[in-house]
């Protein structure tokens, strides 16, 4: 490893940790995604200087995140409650507002661009929504547990995550423009 990566891991290590460990669920997941994304970063080859070498370590970091929560969420089926309610009083999801992006190199750039500005978003929710959000999407807990966990009732709990979704679409309608 050549001495101005040592530095530069030397020097982020601990924040890099702290920004993904604010992200995910547990200490386990956040230092296998922390060693991921130094690995990544030595064999990537030298970086000029420390300004863009912090800002590749966190947009990986983010990417890593939401890879994450991707095969989590493709490895659960879990059901949501309220099966039977119409569509107007079903939770809204966040794969409802997103758009279907493909499989070339342009579209996963545009997931990657997606999915960064969607972590900003949702660190800017107000923090009620922000929990909810993140158990129901990103953790896959069911509302049944989100409402265990909280001591909130259902009804609170839809209602809160489909603000945190509301909002988010509105945050971002530019990007969709873009795309």
Do not use: C
């Amino acid at each position: 490893m050549k001495k101005r990566q040592e530095e530069t891991i030397n020097q982020e290590r601990g924040k890099l940790l702290g920004f993904i460990r604010s992200r995910v669920s547990n200490m386990e997941d956040a230092e296998d995604i922390l060693q991921d994304v130094l690995e990544q970063f030595v064999d990537s080859g030298e970086i000029k200087t420390i300004e863009k070498a912090s800002s590749w370590l966190f947009r990986v970091a983010a990417n890593k995140i939401v890879d994450l929560y991707r095969y989590r969420k493709v490895r659960s089926n879990q059901v949501t409650l309220n099966e039977e309610d119409d569509d107007e009083n079903a939770p809204l999801m966040l794969k409802d507002i997103l758009p279907d992006l493909g499989q070339t190199p342009e579209e996963k750039y545009f997931q990657e661009i997606l999915s960064e500005e969607i972590m900003t978003a949702v660190d800017q929710l107000p923090e009620l929504h922000r929990e909810v959000f993140i158990l129901h999407e990103l953790e896959d807990y069911s509302f049944k547990q989100i409402e265990e966990k909280l001591s909130i009732p259902i009804n609170t709990l839809i209602s809160r995550k489909r603000y945190a979704v509301l909002a988010l679409r509105k945050k971002l309608e530019e990007i969709y423009k873009e795309i």
